[in-house]
């Protein structure tokens, strides 16, 4: 299903206002839409909100892999490991255009490391089953110094190569939001929650929200309410029940971005860090995304800052194993994400947890007045959470029985690999509409494909409502050059003032406010 002729923010805010829906979910992120999509797919009558935009927060730092995860293999997490590596094909087989296999080296310093990590890795691989992306082989130091020429050959012996999975996690976000509406879903960024409507026995018959633009408030009507709000989950929690208490810890993950020579075609992954987590060098479009921390913090930030810290272990692990040596100098771009894990337990205020022993899975609860809350979880099985939420919603009589859909339904813009230009092949089959519009010819950028007509493509097809959307979540450029992506702010700022209807003073508003956002992904030097 196809839908070319966008639906416009004026016309959902008036459908969310005016209908009763059967789901209504609070979150925009990876989960959040998944579900949108899983409950439109089935027939339901759908509507999701976000108070910021669409994978604004988690959802658009993480690592770009698709993995089942190697180290939650070595905890004893079959089960998680299971599935994700399922979820994994899936998502390469229903959304080619963003999702793509990769493979990894992982660098051994002794026969021992080499023996031990083959045999971790060949069960990792038998795990998938038919749904294997590719067989898991030993190097010897020629050949994976070949395959991964920045490698120190006086530490680096040998390696292993497996396959595992890679893809665009925001731009992703956005065609799961996209795909949702082709099922008539009503996707809305910049509406806000702000308390519960509950009726006969505490139940819950809606929301109360506002609309960020312009401040209006009003009210929803839905059948079912599911929390999909990752990180900032138990704030809905309370407020559906005060006494509830917190269940989620966050953990901050930062990444530092370098230039492609840095890396090579193959990701590299480092099996063992002081701190015990594993170090990705991830090549994604033309540069190589190094990480991740795990790093405890006291609650959850709209948008998280990087610690100096972090970005000294990350440079300080990858210079191990690596030839030319990165220093900060080098960093294009540094970012930092962070990730709701699930205690299994209430935590106690104050409580600091080692995050890195949390479980990664995801757990879906129910309030006795109705709501459904998802929490944890990850990026790859974000498909089975949201069929698994939906059948909650169902098994606790909020919502009538309806098969899920979504195993292998292909996401919007479905198209195999067919464009030379990678930064356009996300695009899918919808990349003929850009082509299409007013400026596909002129650049926002010498050194970038990036054109006018893309930005017109986010505001218009995208739900794009600023610069901040465009430039971080849309055409990523944030992370691909930050001091690009500043030179490109004045002229998206034109096109979005011309576009939505800004005065000079909002659209100056709205410059500064992708000014003040940047700051956390220039060079760390530049974060004072």
């Known amino acids: 299903m196809n839908n070319y002729t966008p639906i416009t923010r004026y016309n959902k805010l008036k459908t969310l206002k005016d209908s009763q829906f059967d789901a209504l979910i609070i979150g925009g992120g990876a ?46 997490n079959i089960d998680l490991v299971y599935h994700a590596l399922i979820e994994r094909y899936r998502l390469i087989k229903n959304a080619p255009h963003l999702c793509s296999t990769l493979n990894y080296i992982i660098p051994t310093t002794s026969r021992w490391e080499t023996v031990f990590y083959g045999l971790g890795l060949s069960i990792y691989n038998l795990l998938s089953m038919s749904k294997s992306l590719g067989k898991t082989y030993f190097l010897n130091k020629s050949t994976l110094l070949n395959k991964y020429p920045n490698l120190d050959p006086n530490i680096c012996k040998a390696g292993i190569c497996y396959s595992d999975g890679q893809f665009d996690d925001s731009r992703l976000a956005i065609t799961l939001a996209k795909t949702a509406e082709d099922y008539q879903a009503i996707c809305l960024n910049y509406v806000e929650f702000l308390s519960f409507i509950k009726g006969d026995n505490n139940r819950i018959q809606g929301i109360q929200a506002r609309d960020v633009e312009s401040g209006e408030e009003f009210s929803v009507q839905a059948k079912a309410v599911i929390n999909a709000t990752g990180c900032f989950a138990d704030y809905i929690r309370i407020a559906d029940n005060p006494t509830a208490g917190h269940r989620v810890a966050i953990a901050q993950g930062t990444h530092i971005i370098l230039p492609k020579s840095f890396g090579s075609n193959y990701a590299l992954m480092i099996p063992k860090t002081k701190d015990g987590r594993i170090l990705f060098a991830i090549p994604w479009y033309d540069v190589v995304i190094v990480g991740t921390t795990d790093s405890f913090l006291d609650e959850a930030q709209q948008e998280a800052i990087p610690m100096k810290e972090e970005i000294d272990f990350i440079l300080e692990t990858y210079n191990q194993y690596a030839a030319v040596k990165a220093s900060y100098n080098d960093i294009l771009s540094v970012f930092a994400g962070q990730r709701p894990l699930v205690s299994n337990r209430l935590l106690n205020p104050g409580e600091k947890l080692d995050t890195k022993k949390l479980a990664r899975d995801h757990v879906i609860e129910v309030s006795n007045s109705g709501l459904v809350s998802i929490m944890a979880g990850k990026w790859t099985t974000c498909r089975l959470m949201a069929e698994k939420t939906i059948d909650a919603t169902i098994k606790n009589g909020l919502l009538p029985s309806r098969t899920c859909n979504t195993k292998t339904l292909h996401l919007s813009g479905y198209q195999e690999a067919t464009c030379d230009n990678h930064y356009d092949q996300v695009y899918g089959s919808h990349l003929k509409i850009i082509q299409q519009l007013s400026g596909y010819e002129q650049k926002l950028h010498p050194q970038f494909p990036f054109t006018i007509a893309h930005v017109y493509y986010a505001i218009i097809y995208e739900y794009a409502r600023n610069v901040i959307d465009v430039l971080a979540r849309r055409i990523r450029l944030v992370y691909f050059n930050t001091n690009a992506a500043l030179e490109c702010a004045p002229l998206v700022a034109d096109i979005l003032a011309s576009e939505l209807q800004w005065d000079k003073y909002e659209k100056e508003q709205k410059l500064q406010e992708f000014k003040q956002f940047i700051q956390s992904y220039l060079h760390p030097e530049k974060i004072e």
Do not use: M
């Open 31 to 76: 989960t959040g839409v998944a579900t949108a999509l899983d409950a439109a797919s089935r027939g339901f009558k759908v509507a999701l909100i976000d108070r910021n935009d669409f994978a604004s927060s988690t959802s658009s730092k993480s690592t770009k892999i698709l993995h089942g995860g190697v180290r939650y293999l070595a905890q004893g």
